[in-house]
């Protein structure tokens, strides 16, 4: 049995090498190419690693170097869709750094890992041809992070060599690369420390032809013309590395293989819809009074309807082509209302904004709160405040490889199943709710003060959802931090603009006609081929997002597309500031309060307590937070102001140590033994303070293992000199051993310190 089975893992092995013969073949030579971009060197090689994959390339930006693998199955997948994966993983070998967690491995998926992941994917989906459905997936692997370059620009450019120099069918390659914005020069693929002073931050792929295929953006109130500007400088430095990338294609004599099957519907199932369902469906579409629920109704039971009728016409028809002859006609007459009669089918104008209402502060009990409505889109977001200490704090692995650092705002975006009229899991994280807070959270960052004294949460819950919630979230977010008393530098809002086009049938690459919508609605979204989301003031924009279902877009789309969002982001701002134009002067009286306490160094052990003690009762009993600013100054953060009243009366009873004061330095006082510990004697000078250590070293001139030694018990009295308080951790110092010696010294108790002080002399000699 185990010889049969080595023989079948041997035959195994023997076919896969013969399925990718012509690949592993066409990568025995290495080759590379070098881009320059600029002061930078790109350098894309392939051909050394990885080549039973059917496609590999490694991609190196000094001394960061990222390896990309593309593996596609040659058996179609039963889903009706393009089964693609992209996985980005970071390597903690790759920044000289071990895993921090228990195992010292790589585990689960940071959402760094996630956010890359898709940013590589919106990248490479749109140039599989249709029809290609076969799992494919794409693996993006660090080889080594140098700290100076990221490493996420390069996993696309190794993900689109990777692909074009294997025989997947694909119509790449692109290129991709970073453009910053420092003191008002741009800059191609910026390093990690000029990244920290850019006020832009865009990432844009682009195809042959200049055409764009991707876009993602963070700004600091970037200016719509000095974006314009970066988006146009980024596509020509794209150019370089996609001629680069053809350059390996052509000295590898790539051939791409052709599929088993291409799933396309039949002309004859499609002209019976046609036929059959043409006028009823061109009926729903143009009939404004449907909203998404009763026009989704409406066209469902068309469906149901056309559906069977094919069934009975074609009964050899497969399950996908009854259902696409059915979607290619609906999404026909859809696009052709818009590109030949200038219609919408909620009966807009293609600039205009879906019926929009704003409200603010819905629940007191909240630091703020907001609701946005825009159309049949519905967001709810609340604000948060925490201490400084409920900041995220990234793990060192992320940190190293991509420079995210502790952040003490964050904006989570959730979509229950509700929102869609829809059943399904609640809670955890998927790719999409990740993204789209990430793409929110980028708008509102850069209005977000910077010396604000604590930590912010944004949450947005999407309540309806009929298109584009990301940015409804970042409206809602804006409000909600206006109605929080955020000093906010200015308000927030964002739409998104789609796109229906027409392709040129002598050249399918290129549009030959095309518009742009205002505010698209989810089916728009769904049939259209884009999805282009900006966000930013009045003054300029702050985010921008966009994700393409074509091949590339032209340069002039995209211009249009930013004008056109530009414009309704102002009608949007117009309408939000009648709700609330200005942040609150003050937070909420329930808001969290922050204050600083001084703790001298000499009430600092009794203020913290053994082992800590005081601070964790008293966190416990009134739910503050405290940190140590400095040597003297501790930062109390409490959630409501009766929890800091509370702190405060709790303070200042721990702290309190009248009697302390009237000790003298170099007296002699009568102590009370406490408690008998084997390092030595817990004592007190007088009823209300705290326990002191009377270590065994200070006991006696001998040297003894245990107090019982001495003969000491619980509740004698001895004599012990003070000597102050440790300058370093502030305990009070006492000592009996000094009082073994034959000199003379004065005794003192404190109720004879008190007579002194009030005029009565009472004085002890003693000697011991």
Known sequence: ????????????????????????????????????????????????????????????????????????????????????????????????????????????????????????????????????????????????????????????????????????????????????????????????????????????????SSQVVMIEASAENVLQQDFSHAVKVGVKHTQQIIFGIQQLVREHKITKRTPVKVFTTPAEMVDHVRQCASERIYAVFTDYSHDKVSRDDAINKIRLETEESLRERFPQAEPFEIVESFNTVSKE???????????RCD????????????????????????????????????????????????????????????????????????????TGKLGGLNRRELGHGALAEKALRPVIPKDFPFTIRVTSEVLESNGSSSMASACGGSLALMDAGVPISSAVAGVAIGLISKSNPEKPSEIQDYRLLTDILGIEDYLGDMDFKLAGTNKGITALQADVKIPGLPLKVVMEAIQQATVAKREILGIMNKCIAAPRAARKDNGPVVENVRVPVSRRARFVGPGGYNLRRLQAQTGVTISQVDEETFSVFAPTPIAMNEAQDFITEICKDDQEQQLEFGAIYTATITEIREIGVMVKLYPNMSAVLLHN??????????????????????????????????????????????AATVIKT????????MGSSQTTNSSS
């Open 333 to 343: 007459i859809f696009r052709n209302l818009v590109l030949n009669e200038y219609r």
């Open 697 to 742: 070293s200070q006991l006696d001139h001998k040297r003894i293992k245990h107090p019982s030694a001495l003969g000491f018990e619980v509740g004698q009295q001895i004599q012990v000199k003070y000597f102050g308080r440790d300058p370093t951790d502030g305990r009070m110092r006492l000592s009996r051993k000094v009082l073994q010696s034959p």
């Open 1 to 208: 049995m185990r010889y049969l089975r080595q023989l079948g893992r041997l035959f195994a092995r023997r076919h896969v090498r013969s399925c990718h013969h012509s690949v592993y073949s066409s990568h025995q030579n290495p080759r590379s190419v070098g881009v320059d971009l600029g002061e930078k060197k790109l350098e894309i090689s392939s051909g050394r690693f990885a080549r039973f994959a059917d496609g590999s390339a490694v991609v190196q930006l000094g001394e960061t170097s990222v390896m990309v693998t593309a593996v596609s199955k040659s058996k179609p997948s039963p889903s009706q869709f393009m089964p693609l994966v992209v996985d980005y993983r970071q390597k903690a070998a790759a920044a000289g750094r071990i895993p921090t967690n228990y195992l010292r491995r790589e585990l689960g998926t940071t959402d760094n890992e996630i956010l890359t992941s898709r940013l590589v994917d919106r990248s490479i989906r749109p140039l599989f041809p249709p029809g290609y459905f076969y799992d494919t997936q794409v693996v993006c692997n660090l080889l080594a992070v140098d700290g100076v370059n990221n490493p996420d620009v390069l996993a696309i450019n190794a993900a689109s060599a990777a692909l074009a120099l294997s025989d997947i069918p694909w119509n790449g390659p692109i290129g991709a690369v970073r453009v910053g914005l420092v003191d008002g020069e741009l800059l191609i693929n910026p390093t990690r420390a000029e990244m920290m002073s850019s006020t832009l931050n865009l990432i844009i792929a682009g195809a042959p």
């Open 750 to 757: 404190l109720s004879e310190k008190q007579s002194i002080s």
């Open 347 to 422: 009966g807009r104008e293609l600039t205009a904004l879906r019926n929009i209402s704003c409200e603010v502060d819905l629940f007191k009990p909240l630091h703020g709160s907001a609701l946005f409505q825009r159309g049949q889109t519905q967001v709810l977001c609340s604000v948060t405040f925490d201490s400084l200490e409920s900041s995220i704090k990234a793990d060192i692995i992320t940190t190293a490889l991509s420079g995210i650092k502790d952040k003490n705002f964050m904006l989570h975006y959730e979509f229950p199943p509700y929102a869609t009229n829809e």
